[in-house]
């Protein structure tokens, strides 16, 4: 079993950044995928970025350029970093851990979540 503890959302306004970090335990994930996804009230939960095990990255489009995910496999963690937060941006952010894409099955593992709140 992993367990993943998301850490680093808190109210930002608009504009600024914030670093997200989701930390495993029970085992190594160094040969999994890593992602972050999110969800907002009333909506389905949208994928964000992921990172491979060997390192290559894929981003929603709407998050390229703003958005960076990394992981250092020593600490098994991996971060977001999420700069010029918008107010479309507000969730609970979720990380998983599971193989690489974009679609939630793909992932075994999750975390409890993160809020993320951006005031205008």
């Known amino acids: 079993q992993v367990q993943l503890v998301e850490s680093g959302g808190g109210l930002v306004q608009a504009g600024d950044s914030l670093r997200l970090s989701c930390a495993a335990s029970?085992?190594?994930?160094?040969?999994?995928?890593m992602g972050w996804f999110r969800q907002a009230p009333g909506k389905e939960r949208e994928f964000v970025a992921t990172?491979?095990?060997?390192?290559?990255?894929y981003y929603a489009d709407s998050m390229k350029g703003r958005f960076t995910i990394s992981r250092d496999n020593a600490k098994n963690t991996v971060y977001l970093q999420m700069n010029s937060l918008k107010p479309g941006d507000p969730a609970v952010y979720y990380c998983?851990?599971?193989?690489?894409?974009?679609?939630?099955?793909?992932?075994?593992?999750w975390g409890q979540g993160t809020q993320v709140t951006v005031s205008s």
């Open positions: 990172i491979s095990a060997g390192g290559p990255t």
């Open positions: 998983a851990v599971g193989r690489f894409g974009s679609t939630p099955k793909l992932y075994d593992y």
């Open positions: 029970g085992r190594t994930v160094s040969n999994y995928a």
